[in-house]
């Protein structure tokens, strides 16, 4: 599946292990957040991220966040919101400055919302149009409220520059 | 002291109490409809399916009803100029049945919309800086407002500064756009709560502190199926966290309301499942982890938001209410219309004029186009070119001079807007029910008419005095039939159509939920029913008592009686 970064395809270095798969032994794995402790049984010097499902809370992370490098979060279906307030909160409260990354059913037309919420890799739906994905984060220049990407004020009262 | 403190006016807005767009708020918008216009093309192409498109022109208030699409358009805290009510008058005869309809959420609604042609009406909206944004969808919805705002004498403070604040905010929020379900926030400046706050997912209550504009919060409160009056959650929050408190708050409920089950998604079920303790616990200790510096709303983002805000210049005749006076005198009718349709304003010589959208027989909330272009014209001449919206469906012309009020009254009866009914029985409010929504049970419509028509007299009206009726064709409750003073639900027996009759609720600062009199009437006994409860209530009221005192002093018995002993 196609991972898109910045609204550009890129590629992906990561594997993403399931609940009873073997973890090799080397190279970046992202393992569920269940298998977290095997995760980080690996040297400390192989690139780990763990996934994590929508009704967990981001304060589980604190102790092992110095040693990810990615922190997946999931849209079981687009309507599902909690990813971005669960990406938000990593970046916010726990200053998490890796990669998180969204799974699942999200739609083009919550691209912007992602980024802005702190996401920065997204792997496409089964039969995304990454041209679709690409002109959602091209279509608004501004933006109305404070968001964790800290962009540059518009002008007056709350407006800002989309970056 | 709400006009004197509004900074200066930046030159070339006119005298309109909301927000005036400016460049980049129009290339905002323009962008807006463009996207819509590339998702409703994607649609039709089959690109996307109708399960992906629908949350897509929900977000942009584009409903699907029985017999066509709805297209719910924003009128931000009920403010409207008379340029958008010509475009909206406009877009009623080009594209709908020549009428709208007025909700009770101060939006406007076209009930015969075709897919195709919404990205051109959203497109026309747009050149009067108009939109549908979040007018639906499990999203922030349209913040409402009193709609005595900047004129009432009992305000303490104009709220629609902060009500355009909350509305810039909550515009495409990225963290909040896909929440468990909508969420609906109102704001009132005056201690006679006008918004309904303790029904609202959130309400604000305004007022000045002793370091600037503070708020009281009051979360959960709600109508549908399981009526729930507000937490009071906290008093003076200070104005320069009030987003980061309202983030929070919010916060909270994206991560733990519930997502399983559509009629336990509402905050309200949260706040009652955590209870108000744990939800308070929980929205401070969010509170307090927050980055409150990037949230922090500073005085100067306000003062740069409120200097784009309009202001009349108010300043009557020294003698215009002694001329109001002279005119009351000489005309009975039109005393009786400035007795039920008018409210006091803070500056002398001045008073604000309700315009009832509830003539005798009609449909509560509707307007034709004529009646628009009338209302337009007539805010231009008396009230500075400003239009409010009620929540009670009906329109106010903010600030009309007291000496030029019997002209503006003899002008409204030629447009068919001069019943003098505002806040007696004839002021009905009724959802759409069956005659155009796919949930309805029962018509409302029709029921409405029904009780209007049978008390039209004007003398019967005023005798009854204070009375609010409150139709819903089924439990979601968009009529607030659970707040009526007499709330009448439609409910389904056996494929027949019945009304079950609630009584004591208000939504007002004594805000309460009602309670259900007896067993559902068929509808040709629901209209007696209600006619046997008023001669109950004028036989046992004490002077000067409104039916929902007298219904809280004597309690249910005596009417339940005048209702089903007969039967
Ligand atoms: C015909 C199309 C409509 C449909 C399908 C519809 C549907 C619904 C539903 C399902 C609810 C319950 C939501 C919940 O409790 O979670 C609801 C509530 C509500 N609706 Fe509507 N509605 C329609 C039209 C209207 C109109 C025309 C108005 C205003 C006149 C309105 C105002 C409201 C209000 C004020 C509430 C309840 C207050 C609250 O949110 O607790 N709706 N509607
Ligand atoms: S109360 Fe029921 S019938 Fe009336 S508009 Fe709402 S959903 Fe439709």
Not at chain 2, 204 to 213: C, D, E, F, S
Not at chain 2, 398 to 408: C, I, Y
Not at chain 2, 445 to 468: H, M, T, V, Y
Request: with cysteine; aromatic share 8%.
């Amino acid at each position: 599946m196609p991972l898109l970064e910045n609204g550009r395809i890129v590629e992906d270095f990561w594997t993403t292990i399931g609940g009873d798969e073997l973890l090799p032994p080397t190279g970046p794995v992202i393992v569920p957040l269940d298998r977290l402790e095997d995760g980080l049984a690996r040297p400390a010097g192989e690139k780990l991220g763990v996934a994590l499902p929508p009704d967990a809370e981001i304060a589980v992370l604190r102790a092992a966040l110095p040693r990810l490098a990615l922190v997946g979060v999931t849209f079981p279906t687009f309507r599902d919101g909690r990813a971005f307030s669960q990406a938000r909160a990593l970046r916010e409260h726990l200053d998490f400055a890796g990669d998180i990354r969204v799974t699942g059913r999200p739609l083009p037309d919550q691209y912007e919302f992602l980024l802005r919420c702190g996401v920065s890799t997204v792997q496409l739906p089964d039969g995304a149009d990454p041209a679709v994905w690409a002109r959602a984060h091209e279509r608004f220049t501004t933006a109305y409220q404070p968001a964790v990407r800290d962009e540059r004020a518009e002008g007056f009262g709350l407006r800002r520059f989309l970056a | 002291m709400s006009a004197e403190i509004l900074a200066a006016p930046s030159s070339g807005i006119a005298p309109v109490g909301h927000y005036a767009y400016d460049q980049v708020d129009r290339a905002f918008l323009h962008d807006r409809v463009e996207q819509f216009r590339d998702q409703v093309a994607r649609r039709l192409s089959g690109t996307l399916s109708e399960d992906e498109f629908k949350p897509l022109r929900l977000m942009n208030g584009l409903y699907l009803q029985l017999h066509a699409y709805m297209l719910r358009v924003a009128i931000p805290y009920g403010i409207l100029d008379s340029r958008q009510m010509r475009e909206l008058a406009n877009i009623a005869r080009t594209y709908d049945r020549d009428y709208g309809h007025f909700t009770t959420r101060q939006n406007i609604q076209f009930n015969w919309i075709r897919l195709e042609d919404t990205p051109d009406i959203l497109a026309r909206l747009a050149t009067v800086d108009m939109h549908a944004i979040q007018t639906s969808g499990n999203c922030i919805r349209n913040v409402t407002c009193d709609q005595f705002a900047g004129a009432a004498a009992d305000e303490l403070l104009d709220p629609r500064v902060h009500a355009e604040i909350l509305r810039q905010w909550s515009t495409l929020h990225p963290e909040f756009s896909f929440l468990p379900r909508k969420f609906k926030i109102a704001i009132s400046g005056s201690p006679n709560d006008r918004v309904a706050a303790r029904f609202h997912d959130i309400g604000l209550v305004a007022k000045p502190g002793r370091h600037g504009t503070v708020f009281d919060v009051f979360v959960g409160g709600g109508m549908g199926r399981t009526p729930i009056v507000g937490v009071h959650l906290r008093d003076n929050l200070p104005e320069e966290d009030l987003l980061a408190y309202l983030e929070a708050m919010i916060r909270v409920y994206n991560e733990y309301g519930r997502r399983d089950n559509i009629y336990k998604a509402r905050i309200k079920i949260l706040v009652q499942a955590l209870g108000a303790e744990g939800y308070r616990e929980k929205v401070d200790a969010e509170f307090a982890a927050m980055d409150r510096a990037r949230y922090r709303l500073p005085p100067e983002t306000v003062a740069a938001i409120r200097a784009r805000f309009g202001t009349p210049a108010l300043d009557a005749p020294s003698d215009a209410a002694e001329r109001l006076a002279g005119a009351r005198r000489a005309d009975a009718a039109f005393d009786r219309w400035v007795r039920t349709n008018t409210h006091s304003h803070r500056a002398a010589g001045y008073i604000s004029a309700v315009i009832s959208l509830k003539p005798d027989g009609g449909i509560p909330g509707d307007a034709t186009s004529a009646q628009l272009d009338a209302i337009a014209d007539l805010a231009e001449r008396f009230s500075f070119g400003e239009i409010r919206i009620s929540h009670m469906q009906n329109v106010v012309l903010g600030h009309v001079r007291q000496d030029e009020l019997h002209a503006l009254w003899q002008e409204l009866g030629r447009a068919g807007l001069a019943s003098a009914n505002i806040g007696l029985i004839g002021d009905i409010i009724a959802c759409p029910g069956l005659d155009y929504c796919s949930l309805a049970n029962a018509r409302s419509i029709p029921i409405a008419q029904k009780l209007s028509a049978r008390f039209a007299n004007p003398d019967l009206q005023e005798r009854i005095g204070d009375l609010q009726i409150k139709i819903s064709g089924c439990i979601n409750a968009c009529g607030h039939h659970h707040a009526g003073h007499i709330g009448i639900l439609g409910v389904d027996k056996k494929g027949e159509e019945f009304f079950q009759l609630t009584l004591g609720g208000s939504a007002a600062s004594d805000a309460a939920i009602g309670q259900i009199l007896g067993p559902a009437l068929p509808e040709d006994s629901t209209v007696d029913a209600i006619a046997h409860l008023v001669d109950a209530y004028l036989v046992h009221r004490t002077d000067g008592e409104r039916f929902l005192d007298t219904y809280r002093r004597l309690g249910a018995a005596l009417f339940k009686d005048a209702v089903y002993a007969l039967a």
